[in-house]
């Protein structure tokens, strides 16, 4: 390896580096509180808060008044729970304010070593439920937290549609219903809010899924908006961000998972996005004065054949950013990969030996370039003692010396460069294609998408993980190091030698699929330079 391909890893880390830390999107700070007592956003309504709460077996309120100008007063019961599960999820609902408090998968494990159901919903602070309704008019502000009936005490979906309504009066004796539908074999909800007619005033729904925890802290998480030609992906919410009505989806990316809001055709309305004091994106349809609103709600994977079968293109919320254009085709040869192999670690090992076999020809002219320039080393020193004081001439004639003997000085790392996308795409497909998450490869490395988790060690209170593979690859680092010819002299080469620990390094927190890659390429680059060195001798 010579100091050319040498410096061209190190910018490709450093590139790394600089794009975790400054341009990936960062974790929020976790907010211990989870209950609804938590803050409501600055310009939301507060409304009277029991969840949560067991001593309670009678609450009223006033609320507001009837038609003939007596007061109402609303009774507020303890919340009661309506599980329903389909054969893709669970979902608890509540008869307070008739919504949905959470959605767990069955197909997907929070962690790694918990058997828990991925919750897609994960924290619906300020709140409690979504969605939730408030009216604004000139008389006050009218939320629909109160105790509705349900028809249903519990659901379970098996191979027909099922449907839970909720039934009840606001605190101004305006009637409201929601009501949902549940299917057997997707991860769509259907829902209908219907409520008397809005007389001076708006109403809004509002819809809040994400936590202020991160799953990776390398793929986009938070709201967007596709206008049926581009995705729009909202990166910075500290302002209102208001959205066109004319939309075919809209919602939040929770990074392997996603909430998408589809409005029906009699059904859209403007919609905002706002940040709540908790710092969970909130979102907004301004139903103004409707009275009756329908949408399906997808609570799920994002994974392409599910997205596509919504038929609404769906499938655009799958980004990859810069590398989007690799890291696509790479999955998608991964998934055909494996059908066959069931093992995403095979097929990381089998993509890495397809991409050497693509490059090999690329692999025996950079060591070819390498060894012709190991051969003028002696006539490259005699031209830096004549020109050491003229720079520009030194550079002139290297660059005849390099013209005349037929030598691409930039020919050793060329093979390297090129794969350098490979890798970048690798690592974004690691960080946020749902087939990888959790993916095993065998033993103890049983998620490729995440740091390799053998033990770890406890000195003087600080935790220090102990990883095989990345001692493995730093190995083979060096084999590979000391196989490849260089045209440095001893001294630089001895200070090569520390690459194999810087790369150790590097590698040491990054997911266990890229090491194994990194890992597969050096073995196999060290039986092609044995080749090529043999067959040369």
């Not at 008044?65 to 309506?82: F, H, L």
């Not at 918990?114 to 439920?129: F, L, N, Q, R």
């Not at 220090?464 to 990345?470: A, E, M, Q, T, V």
Request: net charge positive; charged share 25%; with cysteine.
């Amino acid at each position: 390896m010579d100091k050319r391909t040498i410096i061209a890893l190190i910018l490709t880390f450093i590139i790394l580096f600089i794009f975790q830390t400054y341009f990936a999107p960062q974790p929020q700070k976790q907010n211990g509180q989870t209950q609804i007592e938590q803050q409501k956003p600055k310009d939301e309504p507060k409304g009277q808060d029991v969840q949560g709460r067991k001593d309670i077996t009678k609450v009223t309120k006033p609320l507001g008044t009837d038609k003939g100008g007596t007061k109402k007063q609303v009774e507020i019961k303890p919340p009661k729970d309506i599980v329903v599960e389909t054969p893709l999820f669970k979902t608890v609902l509540s008869d307070l304010g008739g919504g949905i408090k959470s959605v767990k998968l069955k197909k997907y494990k929070e962690t790694v070593k918990e058997d828990k159901g991925k919750e897609v919903i994960e924290d619906t602070a300020p709140y409690g439920y979504l969605p939730k309704l408030v009216v604004k008019s000139g008389e006050g502000t009218v939320e629909d937290r109160i105790t509705l009936k349900a028809d249903r005490e519990s659901l379970i979906v098996k191979d027909k549609p099922e449907t839970i309504t909720f039934t009840g009066h606001m605190s101004d004796g305006k009637r409201l219903v929601k009501t949902y539908t549940f299917f057997p074999d997707t991860y769509v909800v259907e829902m209908k809010v219907e409520m008397e007619a809005i007389d001076s005033g708006k109403g809004y729904l509002y819809f809040t899924t994400l936590s202020n925890k991160k799953d990776s802290g390398y793929n986009f998480k938070g709201p967007f908006y596709f206008n049926g030609k581009k995705l729009e992906q909202i990166e910075n919410i500290d302002k209102p961000v208001e959205v066109g009505k004319d939309l075919a989806y809209l919602g939040m990316d929770e990074g392997y998972f996603a909430f998408i809001y589809i409005p029906s055709e009699d059904s859209k309305f403007p919609a905002t996005f706002l940040k709540s004091e908790t710092g969970a994106p909130l979102l907004r349809i301004n139903i103004e004065s409707s009275s009756s609103v329908k949408a399906k709600l997808f609570f799920g994977p994002k994974q392409t054949d599910v997205l596509k079968s919504l038929n609404i293109k769906a499938e655009r919320i799958i980004d990859f950013g810069w590398f989007d254009i690799i890291a696509k085709p790479l999955v998608m040869g991964l998934n055909y990969s494996n059908k066959v192999t069931k093992n995403y670690g095979i097929d990381i090992i089998l993509l890495t030996i397809l991409i050497k076999i693509i490059f090999y020809p690329l692999t025996v002219k950079s060591s070819q370039s390498m060894k012709k320039m190991q051969k003028l080393q002696p006539q490259i020193q005699k031209l830096r003692e004549k020109y050491k004081d003229d720079r520009q001439k030194l550079n002139q004639e290297m660059m005849d010396l390099y013209r005349r003997q037929g030598v691409n000085p930039m020919g050793g790392c060329l093979p390297m460069i090129i794969q350098i996308p490979v890798f970048f795409a690798l690592y974004k497909a690691l960080s946020g294609a749902i087939e990888l998450r959790h993916a095993h490869f065998f033993l103890w490395i049983d998620d490729l998408s995440s740091p390799e988790d053998l033990f770890s060690i406890t000195v003087m209170g600080y935790s220090f993980p102990i990883r095989i593979l990345p001692l493995i690859m730093g190995i083979t680092q060096v084999i590979q190091q000391k196989m490849t010819p260089t045209s440095m002299d001893p001294m630089q080469e001895k200070m090569m030698l520390l690459m194999p620990i810087v790369f150790t390094f590097l590698f040491w927190g990054f997911p266990s699929g890229l090491v194994l890659y990194w890992l597969v390429n050096n073995v196999i680059s060290i039986g092609q330079q044995y080749y090529i060195n043999k067959k040369a001798s």
